[in-house]
């Protein structure tokens, strides 16, 4: 998901807002005046919130979960993947040892359609083994990418091909299965199956991949930690899919403000019936989609509710982003 003229659009928007409360602070009681015209304890992390919402959306190097295009070899799909060893920026400013799948956290997308058939092929070029599990994906045994369960690991310097048909349909993933740390470094991304039968999927304006991680880059969403994180932006009246794939080690309950999020898939399965929520926890492991209908113009915060994972008196931080609906 790319930003490119938001930036001037969520700044005005917060200047506005800013401006508005200044006024609000001006017009206040005596005892507010008085207390504005003295240092206070809360001033400094008051400042601090107002920067990191200012900043917001942030420029930093790189981008991750960008889509990943196949080549078709004698009708199979064909996706290149390199494991490599990186420099990131999770944060302006913040840089961070990570693995990376084609160069990026999380690794590119990778979307194909029920029953294709998929071929990968892993190029190791870490100093350490590796091996990929497509994680929800009915898979041969010999392709379930778990060393010395499944397959031998993949040594430094080493390739390794897996294929199958793409089944069931949905919001699955695909990670390192090699130790808790590759994952937590950046070998992760999503994999997502079309179904071939398009016609219960619901119509969307916007179809977009959150992922979810946590440990040693921080509370990230897509790679980025706020106010790095990327804003939805949409027009009033549009339609979105979020597809939220928790790859961290913790639970994230992740809340919308102003407008609902409908249920409409767990873990890549349809629901029988849709419903409705304004937080959806989120555990490791687990992939929710939900539909958005963008009812409610403005600016709307989404974060982790787990507070310690989106605030602290340094101001906003983590695993914080925001849907902009615009009229």
Not at 116 to 138: A, M, Q, S, Y
Not at 147 to 160: A, H, I, L, M
Request: charged content about 20%; hydrophobic content about 40%; glycine content about 10%.
């Amino acid at each position: 998901m790319k930003v490119h003229r938001t930036g001037s659009l969520i700044a005005l928007a917060v200047g506005v807002a800013l401006t508005g409360v200044a006024a609000g602070r001006l017009s206040g009681s005596a005892p507010a005046r008085a207390a504005a015209s003295a240092p206070a304890a809360w001033e400094e992390t008051d400042r601090a919130h107002e920067a990191s919402v200012r900043a917001f959306p942030a420029k930093t190097a790189g981008q991750g979960a960008e889509p990943l295009r196949p080549r078709v070899v004698g009708g199979v799909k064909v996706f290149e993947i390199t494991a490599t060893e990186i420099e990131w920026e999770v944060a302006p400013g913040v840089r961070r040892r990570a693995m990376a799948y084609n160069g990026q956290v999380p690794g590119p997308t990778i979307r194909v359609t029920e029953g294709d058939r998929v071929r990968v092929v892993l190029t190791n070029r870490l100093r350490e083994p590796t091996t990929i599990h497509f994680h929800g994906v009915v898979l041969p045994n010999a392709m379930d990418g778990v060393p010395y369960v499944t397959q031998p690991s993949v040594k430094p310097g080493e390739r390794f091909t897996y294929e199958f048909a793409a089944r069931p349909a949905g919001s699955h993933m695909y990670h390192s299965h090699f130790g808790s740390e590759q994952v937590s470094l950046g070998l992760l991304g999503a994999f997502v199956v079309e179904p071939r039968d398009a016609a219960r999927e619901p119509k969307v304006d916007l179809d977009v991949v959150m992922i979810l991680n946590d440990g040693l880059h921080g509370y990230t969403i897509n790679g980025k930690g706020f106010p790095a994180t990327h804003p939805i932006v949409v027009r009033q009246g549009q339609r979105i899919r979020m597809r939220w794939m928790n790859e961290g080690q913790l639970i994230h309950p992740m809340h919308l403000h102003g407008m609902p999020m409908t249920v409409i898939a767990r873990d890549g399965y349809p629901q029988p019936q849709p419903w409705k929520a304004d937080t959806i926890n989120v555990a490791p492991g687990e992939r929710w989609d939900v539909i958005v209908e963008a009812t409610e113009p403005g600016t709307w915060a989404l974060h982790c509710h787990i507070l310690s994972h989106a605030e602290s008196k340094h101001g906003m931080h983590g695993m914080v982003t925001a849907v902009i609906v615009q009229k």
